[in-house]
């Protein structure tokens, strides 16, 4: 088991370019979430999925994306890139093991934007 | 939404002594986890605990969903412990989680 895989794991974009975070899971778990983090601060969560075909938001999604064609991969896109967006980006499964809702990190990637 | 907070926010230990971080939480919750963060960023799950006490080794959990708080204990710091300690919850009704701020942890030889 890979278990929680993010690529890249460091970006550079310039302002207004766009990319996709990529995280894939092979733990069949059916949630998954995607969260920042800023310096010093703790984690907020993005967008986050219940199942394939399921999304919503959550604290901070704005100029961010993401879609669940499958129960495996949670890619998120950055549509228009601003520096405000310059964080470490974590993705997230969680799914029952021995009865609980463990969440997995992968192990993020660092986005810069200039 | 609900609100977590934590405490303290920083602590410094000699490798050797014991602590306690506590995490408070404003609502109901059926999913309560502490992770650890190293130094290198990685984020690991120490414990799931939304109710009740758990050990594993030197650590130990605790939360009282009734009085809204959970305490992780740490025996015998050593410095392979140092990093971000954070608790977060998934508020009941609700399929959020919402991180705490964080216990900056380190512990010197």
């Known amino acids: 088991n890979a278990g929680v895989t993010q690529t890249p794991k460091f970006q550079v974009l310039k302002t207004g370019q766009s990319m996709t975070l990529q995280c894939a899971q092979d733990?069949?778990?059916?949630?998954m979430s995607w969260y920042r983090q800023d310096p010093g601060m703790g984690l907020r969560l993005i967008h986050y999925?219940?199942?394939?075909?399921?999304?919503d938001q959550g604290e901070v999604p704005n100029g961010y994306n993401v879609s669940r064609s499958t129960t495996e991969d949670f890619p998120l896109r950055l549509l228009s890139a601003a520096p405000s967006q310059t964080s470490v980006y974590f993705c997230?499964?969680?799914?029952?093991?021995?009865?609980?809702?463990?969440?997995?990190f992968g192990a993020g990637t660092r986005l810069s934007v200039l | 939404g609900i609100q977590v907070e934590q405490s303290p926010p920083d602590l410094i230990l000699q490798e050797g002594a014991n602590s306690t971080l506590r995490c408070n939480f404003s609502?109901?919750?059926?999913?309560l986890q502490w992770f650890h963060q190293n130094p290198w960023g990685q984020l690991i799950n120490l414990f799931y605990?939304?109710?009740g006490t758990k050990q594993n080794g030197r650590l130990s959990a605790t939360t009282v969903a009734t009085e809204r708080y959970s305490l992780l204990y740490i025996s015998s710091s050593q410095t392979t412990d140092s990093g971000v300690y954070f608790c977060?919850?998934?508020?009941?009704?609700?399929?959020?989680?919402?991180f705490g701020t964080g216990t900056k942890l380190q512990v010197i030889p």
């Open positions: 997230a499964s969680s799914g029952p093991t021995s009865g609980f809702n463990i969440q997995y």
């Open positions: 733990m069949n778990h059916e949630y």
């Open positions: 999925s219940v199942g394939a075909g399921i999304t």
């Open positions: 609502d109901s919750v059926n999913n």
């Open positions: 605990i939304p109710s």
């Open positions: 977060a919850v998934e508020r009941r009704g609700y399929q959020k989680v919402t």
